[in-house]
């Protein structure tokens, strides 16, 4: 059965620092991997998906990575700023329409 | 972009009332989904649907009913409701093709936060 998993559960760092947020993933047969960001009280919103042909995603600041055959996604953030302060959940596709999140990871930015 | 739109974002209903969650999507997508969201359980899927009139049940389905008459709106239907439903809904959509061979994974809406006192 696959688990996915994210660590650390919580993250501060000051304002300006590259951080980086792990998923990881017990089954590396998975289809796609998506990074959402929450903020409190409020829906998902998609980050970034890497398809399974990809290895890597950008968008702006952010960065994601995805080794399947070591079961794990990083999501890079450069120079962090306080709006980046939300919850960041990784989601594992294991088809095109069966997903299993991850618990997140809670990131505040201090300025 | 997809737009997922969920009718409500905070609503108060009292224990033993039936209760309407409505989610609408405006991209033609053939998936549907319901999910809630509590501290410390993450996000659990109640139900789901790859069509008009179809209808899965997830993981969590007890106490929960779905109707999907249209393509675009999956209601979510709360028979009776009861504290333990005190929660954090969320909707989402996806293509159940690929287009371009590109997944677009899911696009979810803003959420329902629900009180049943």
């Known amino acids: 059965k696959q688990e996915v998993t994210q660590i650390p559960a919580a993250l501060s760092v000051p304002e300006g620092e590259n951080l980086v947020l792990n998923c990881s993933f017990t089954?590396?047969?998975?289809?796609?991997l998506q990074w959402f960001r929450q903020d409190p009280g409020k829906g998902l919103t998609s980050l970034l998906l890497?398809?399974?042909?990809?290895r890597e995603q950008t968008s702006g600041r952010l960065n994601a990575s995805l080794d399947k055959s070591s079961g794990r996604s990083t999501l890079y953030i450069a120079a962090s700023q306080p709006g980046d302060s939300a919850t960041y959940l990784c989601?594992?596709?294991?088809?095109?329409?069966?997903?299993?999140f991850g618990p997140g990871t809670s990131l505040s930015v201090i300025p | 972009d997809v737009k997922v739109t969920q009718s409500s974002r905070y609503l108060v209903k009292r224990t033993g009332e039936k209760v309407f969650l409505e989610c609408v999507q405006d991209?033609?997508?053939?998936?549907m989904f319901w999910y809630r969201q509590d501290p410390g359980l993450g996000l659990r899927l109640i139900y789901f649907?790859?069509?008009?009139?179809?209808?899965e049940k997830g993981d969590i389905p007890e106490g929960y009913s779905v109707s999907r008459e249209k393509k675009e709106r999956f209601s979510l239907i709360l028979e009776s409701a009861s504290t333990n439903q005190t929660s954090m809904y969320l909707c989402?959509?996806?293509?159940?093709?690929?287009?371009?061979?590109?997944?677009?994974?899911?696009?979810f809406g803003s959420g329902t936060r629900l009180t049943v006192v």
């Open positions: 089954d590396s047969a998975i289809y796609n």
């Open positions: 989601a594992v596709y294991t088809s095109y329409d069966k997903v299993i």
């Open positions: 989402a959509s996806s293509l159940s093709t690929f287009v371009g061979g590109r997944h677009y994974g899911y696009t």
């Open positions: 649907s790859y069509d008009v009139k179809m209808k």
């Open positions: 991209m033609d997508h053939e998936n």
């Open positions: 890497i398809q399974s042909s990809q």
